[in-house]
């Protein structure tokens, strides 16, 4: 499927127009607000205030229509600031098609320059040249959002050696033959102005492509590491708990001191281990639906002979919890649930709701029940009750028999990444 | 006597619940431990009253969707069945099936032996048991009968579609410019068509989804998408 012939580096239209366009069309939400793009945000709309200033303090009042020109530069220009300013504040505009993008910025874009030349004729354009660094970080903006290594220097010798350039060096080559010494003294200040921009802009987005890709490879750098670390630890946890219990498995079986039913208890329990284990790792990822949460604990249920008369709906148990939350539910599941069986429950249910900030699980087991004033100091279910708020942990009655308990957790949602309201 | 496929990459596990299977229910059961071998073992088997289809295959570039896609689209008449550990590396992959295919039960593969017999038991004879209830929980509760696989065919409705799908899975980085540099197309087409896209994809979950979101969606639906894919690159061929 790849197309053999398209030089990556190539500057054609479509790069025009994707930098023209600007960096807004092209946001899908991958790349967030960092401080870099909001720094870089900022220092282009500080420029563009420095280009307003010049343009009004400096302008040529000889000119006629020079203050009507000067309020359009104005204008212009503090439109095209618009979207860095939102850059800035860490708000995004709604995304708009390239082709409006496009219109818009680039009649924007003709006003400032026109005006520019218009307001300071001859080599006083230069004054304005910081606004060419303001267009090298849009530049810089737009291609770090489309995911493109800029090329900025290769683009500027092709862009010198493209018959658009040789054509305008033909064009001031006529002028001169035309129009003598008078006339190219417009036209050459115009021409090596339109250079020093073009290499004002072409030198920020080479810099800030150069930085960016520093960074990138540092951040990269660390990312692998802490990768590396992980598999270690990981390969060190497989060998350590696995193969320990393994082992104990096997030993009973050598010794004949167990029993198939003993072994298979002693299986199920290193699966649930197992599972707890992966339920740790997804606690520490930071994102762990309640589905996920109350799977070992079911399953730890079954394997253990009783009968599961309830589950939470797809709806209730699709909430992701923050790792806090979820790591309390998970206490209450396990205490909750070991608790029945151990009371010789053969039948439990589970149900989850949320309501005002708090999570409600239900386990309800056809077992004897118990009082709360009657749990053991130092047990499981004696520190659940105790890291739960006061009245965090009840016991209801069934009328046809069991208990319902409900443990009543604090909860707070964990926001999903690049998600956060600010960035919406 | 009923003629079942097993298919799961655990092999031994695969071939002692096969027999199992055989010993305790009486079936005759065909194992496969690879997706690539699935088509192969079709075209052997004969009709089959059942296939269980393992989803997670880490070894292997595609997921049990592929499997379940490729037996039903060879016999309607084969019923469905996922065996999954069903923890969260498989939920998205879970609630596709669940919502995309005619899945007539979920069995744990931690479920106690004589469960998951059971469970086989009750689909062959009234075509449908309830899911392992520890899994339950990642089933939507009601099939959302707007979304199904003949929709996909709106995600692809030409072969400038199919090559937006076809270079965001193949690309190492989800940009626009990736995308472009794959598939020949440019960058403003390829932003206009996935606007195009959008409000369609809202039927599959994903509201406003960054590239990225596209691509996670495609790679796991690669085979609800892949036939329109294919379509679309033979019309324009």
Same mark, same amino acid.
């Given at each position: 499927m790849?197309? =053999?012939?398209?030089?990556?580096? *190539?500057?054609?239209l479509?790069?025009w127009? $994707?930098?023209l366009?600007?960096?807004?069309p092209?946001?899908t939400?991958?790349?967030h607000?960092n401080?870099?793009?909001?720094l870089?945000?900022?220092v282009?709309v500080f420029?563009?205030?420095? !280009? ?5 303090w400096?302008r ?6 020079e ?5 359009g ?7 095209l600031?618009?979207h860095?300013? &939102? ?8 995304s708009l !098609?390239?082709?409006?993008n496009?219109?818009?910025?680039v009649?924007l874009l @003709?006003v400032?320059? &026109?005006?520019?030349?218009a307001?300071?004729?001859g080599?006083?354009t230069l ?6 660094v303001a ?10 959002e489309l ?10 010798? %092709? ?6 350039h ?5 064009a001031?080559i006529a002028t001169f033959?035309?129009g003598?010494a !008078?006339?190219l ?5 115009l021409f ?6 073009l ?7 080479? $810099?800030?492509s150069?930085l960016?890709n520093?960074s990138i ?6 990312v692998a590491?802490v ?5 270690r630890?990981r390969?060190?946890?497989l060998h350590?708990?696995?193969c320990a ?6 030993l ?7 029993t198939?039913d003993?072994?298979?208890g002693? #299986? ?6 197992l599972?707890l284990? %992966?339920?740790?790792e997804?606690?520490?990822?930071g994102?762990v ?5 109350l799977?070992p604990?079911i399953?730890h249920?079954?394997?253990n002979?009783?009968?599961?008369a309830?589950?939470p709906?797809f709806? *209730?148990? $699709?909430v992701q ?7 309390l539910? @998970?206490?209450?599941?396990?205490v909750?649930t070991?608790n029945?069986?151990?009371a010789?429950?053969t ?6 709701r949320?309501?005002?900030g708090?999570?409600?699980? @239900?386990i309800a087991d056809n ?5 709360l004033?009657?749990?053991?100091h130092?047990?499981g279910l004696w520190?659940?009750?105790h ?5 965090g942990l ?8 069991g !208990?319902t308990?409900?443990?009543?957790? =604090?909860?707070?949602e ?5 998600q956060?309201?600010?960035?919406r | ?9 655990a092999?031994?596990?695969?071939? &002692?619940?096969?027999r199992?299977i055989?010993?305790?229910?009486g079936?005759?059961?065909?194992t496969?431990v690879?997706?690539?071998?699935v088509a192969?073992s079709?075209?052997?088997v ?5 296939a269980?289809?393992?989803l997670?295959?880490p070894q292997e570039d595609g997921t049990?969707?592929?499997?379940l896609?490729r037996?039903? %689209?060879?016999?309607?008449a084969?019923?469905l069945?996922?065996?999954? %550990?069903?923890?969260?590396w498989v939920?998205?992959i879970l609630?596709?099936a669940w919502?995309l ?7 744990s593969?931690s479920?106690?032996l004589?469960?998951q #017999? ?12 309830a899911p392992?209830p520890?899994?339950q929980?990642?089933l939507p509760t009601?099939?959302?009968?707007t979304?199904?696989?003949e ?8 072969a400038g579609?199919?090559? &937006? ?13 990736a995308?472009?540099?794959h598939?020949?197309l440019?960058?403003?087409? #390829?932003k206009?068509y996935r606007?195009q896209?959008?409000?369609?994809l ?6 406003? =989804? ?5 691509r996670?969606f495609?790679?796991r ?6 036939p329109?894919?294919?379509?679309a690159q033979q019309?324009?061929g």
């Amino acid at each position: 499927m790849r197309v =053999p012939d398209r030089d990556e580096s *190539e500057f054609s239209l479509d790069t025009w127009v $994707a930098l023209l366009a600007g960096s807004n069309p092209w946001a899908t939400g991958e790349h967030h607000e960092n401080a870099w793009n909001r720094l870089l945000a900022l220092v282009q709309v500080f420029i563009v205030a420095v !280009t307003t200033s010049t343009l009004w303090w400096a302008r040529d009042t000889q000119l006629s229509n020079e203050l009507a020109i000067v309020i359009g530069a104005t204008v212009a220009l503090v439109v095209l600031s618009v979207h860095p300013v &939102l850059r800035v504040f860490e708000r995004r505009t709604r995304s708009l !098609t390239v082709r409006t993008n496009l219109i818009v910025r680039v009649v924007l874009l @003709a006003v400032v320059l &026109l005006s520019t030349y218009a307001l300071l004729p001859g080599w006083r354009t230069l004054w304005c040249t910081p606004f060419a660094v303001a267009c090298g970080i849009d530049a810089s903006l737009t291609c770090s959002e489309l995911g493109w290594k800029a090329r900025p220097i290769t683009w500027y010798s %092709q862009f010198v050696r493209s018959g658009f350039h040789f054509g305008v060096i033909g064009a001031v080559i006529a002028t001169f033959a035309v129009g003598g010494a !008078t006339r190219l003294s417009v036209v050459v200040p115009l021409f090596a102005v339109l250079h020093v921009w073009l290499a004002t802009a072409v030198g920020t987005l080479w $810099a800030l492509s150069t930085l960016h890709n520093a960074s990138i490879a540092e951040l990269e750098d660390a990312v692998a590491e802490v990768v590396e670390g992980e598999r270690r630890q990981r390969a060190h946890w497989l060998h350590d708990d696995v193969c320990a219990q393994v082992r104990l498995v096997s030993l009973k079986l050598q010794t004949g001191n167990s029993t198939t039913d003993e072994v298979v208890g002693l #299986l199920d329990d290193f699966d649930h281990q197992l599972r707890l284990r %992966q339920l740790d790792e997804l606690f520490g990822a930071g994102s762990v639906r309640i589905a996920e949460l109350l799977q070992p604990y079911i399953r730890h249920a079954q394997n253990n002979g009783a009968s599961i008369a309830g589950v939470p709906g797809f709806e *209730e148990a $699709a909430v992701q919890l923050s790792e806090k939350s979820a790591r309390l539910t @998970a206490r209450a599941a396990n205490v909750l649930t070991s608790n029945a069986l151990n009371a010789g429950a053969t039948t439990i249910s589970y149900d989850v709701r949320t309501a005002d900030g708090y999570l409600y699980l @239900a386990i309800a087991d056809n077992g004897p029940g118990f009082s709360l004033a009657d749990v053991p100091h130092g047990r499981g279910l004696w520190t659940l009750i105790h890291d739960l708020k006061p009245g965090g942990l009840t016991i209801n009655p069934i009328p046809t028999g069991g !208990t319902t308990v409900v443990a009543t957790i =604090p909860y707070t949602e964990r926001e999903r990444l690049g998600q956060h309201p600010a960035r919406r | 006597m009923a003629n079942i496929l097993l298919v799961d990459d655990a092999a031994a596990l695969a071939e &002692l619940f096969g027999r199992a299977i055989e010993h305790e229910l009486g079936h005759t059961v065909h194992t496969v431990v690879s997706l690539s071998e699935v088509a192969a073992s079709l075209a052997l088997v004969g009709d089959l009253d059942l296939a269980l289809v393992d989803l997670s295959f880490p070894q292997e570039d595609g997921t049990g969707l592929e499997a379940l896609v490729r037996i039903h %689209q060879h016999s309607r008449a084969t019923k469905l069945a996922i065996i999954t %550990q069903g923890d969260e590396w498989v939920a998205e992959i879970l609630r596709d099936a669940w919502e995309l295919l005619p899945i007539t039960t979920v069995i744990s593969k931690s479920a106690p032996l004589a469960y998951q #017999l059971q469970a086989i038991a009750t689909v062959l004879a009234v075509g449908w048991a309830a899911p392992d209830p520890a899994i339950q929980p990642l089933l939507p509760t009601k099939r959302d009968t707007t979304r199904t696989a003949e929709r996909f065919s709106r995600l692809v409705q030409h072969a400038g579609h199919a090559k &937006l799908w076809v270079s965001l899975v193949a690309v190492d980085d989800a940009s626009y410019k990736a995308m472009a540099d794959h598939s020949g197309l440019k960058l403003n087409t #390829l932003k206009n068509y996935r606007a195009q896209l959008v409000d369609e994809l809202e039927t599959h979950g994903l509201h406003d =989804p960054t590239l990225r979101d596209m691509r996670r969606f495609a790679k796991r639906c690669w085979p609800f998408l892949e036939p329109y894919i294919n379509a679309a690159q033979q019309g324009r061929g």
